[in-house]
């Protein structure tokens, strides 16, 4: 079974040699970090944006830079949301992009099944570019990648499913990348806290919900959420993972932030991009 890319041309180039491209570009642009060595440091996962490359790519490249720069691991959960309003569930797919096919490691991902509860449901997961944005980037840092796929959605405990998620990494090779941008702020998006200094207090906003992750306090960065309205993209799988860092006693570090109006030069219309790691 072949889950089919549906947002290559649109969120990242159709074609191989140019999407290589375009992420090496990601890497090399000024808000990017700069292309990745190798090494063989601990990780324990990353959040990174999921939005066209265009935008949030160079944020995204600091996550794939950590990544590409630890130790190589044999399988990557990665966390994802429904736009469409699906609840979570797995997929057991393969998922392929222009750059080829990754691999889905049924094994680890029925186990998780199995502690967690969650379903498969290939048809939440069909039309959802959450999870397809990063494959490219994951093909590139490391082109023999096996995934887990999973879309978090508010019908499932956030703590609930991090116990899960570390039951069944436990002596596994094994690193979680979440998919999630943060704050939306415009008409377009119905979110208009604050009307003067947009650029500031959309960062300020931002960095109130990333100083709870770094915290290792899920609860509180949902609290937080949800008191100020923040239409976070991701907000419960970042309260997962921020849930796995506290249990493992990880620790966590802002690598970038800045907001698709530093690219566009449009703050009447912007999200919030954050490029955080967890060893």
């Given amino acids: 079974m072949m889950r089919n890319p549906i947002v290559a041309g649109q969120f990242y180039e159709a074609f191989p040699d140019r999407l290589k491209q375009q992420i090496e570009n990601c890497f090399n642009s000024s808000l990017g970090p700069g292309m990745p060595g190798k090494g063989e440091d601990k990780l324990l ?39 469409q309003g699906y609840p ?83 002596g596994k090779n094994v690193k979680i990348i979440v998919s999630g941008d943060l704050t939306h702020y415009g008409i377009n998006y119905g979110y208009m806290p604050f009307s003067d200094n947009i650029e500031k207090n959309l960062e300020k906003l931002d960095k109130g919900a990333i100083k709870f992750i770094e915290n290792l306090d899920a609860h509180k960065f949902i609290e937080y959420v949800e008191n100020k309205g923040a239409t976070i993209c991701g ?18 570090k802002l690598l970038k932030y800045y907001s698709s109006g530093e690219i566009s030069k449009d703050y009447s219309s912007a999200v919030g991009y954050a490029a955080i790691e967890i060893r």
Avoid: R
């Fill in 45 to 83: 996962g990353v959040i990174c944006p999921h939005a066209g490359y265009s935008f949030s790519g160079p944020c995204a490249a600091h996550s794939y830079k950590a990544i590409a720069e630890s130790k190589k691991e044999d399988s990557y959960i990665i966390l994802g949301i429904s736009h």
């Fill in 88 to 170: 979570s569930c797995v997929s057991l797919k393969d998922w392929e992009t222009p750059l080829g096919v990754v691999k889905n490691n049924i094994e680890l991902t029925k186990e998780l099944m199995k502690n967690s509860g969650l379903k498969q449901n290939e048809k939440a997961h069909a039309q959802e570019h959450s999870i397809e944005v990063q494959l490219p980037f994951l093909q590139y840092v490391d082109k023999d990648a096996k995934i887990v796929p999973i879309i978090v959605s508010e019908d499932i405990q956030y703590d609930d499913l991090a116990k899960a998620i570390v039951k069944t990494i436990q």
């Fill in 235 to 252: 907000k419960n799988p970042i309260a997962v993972i921020t849930s796995i860092a506290k249990i493992l006693n990880a620790k966590v």
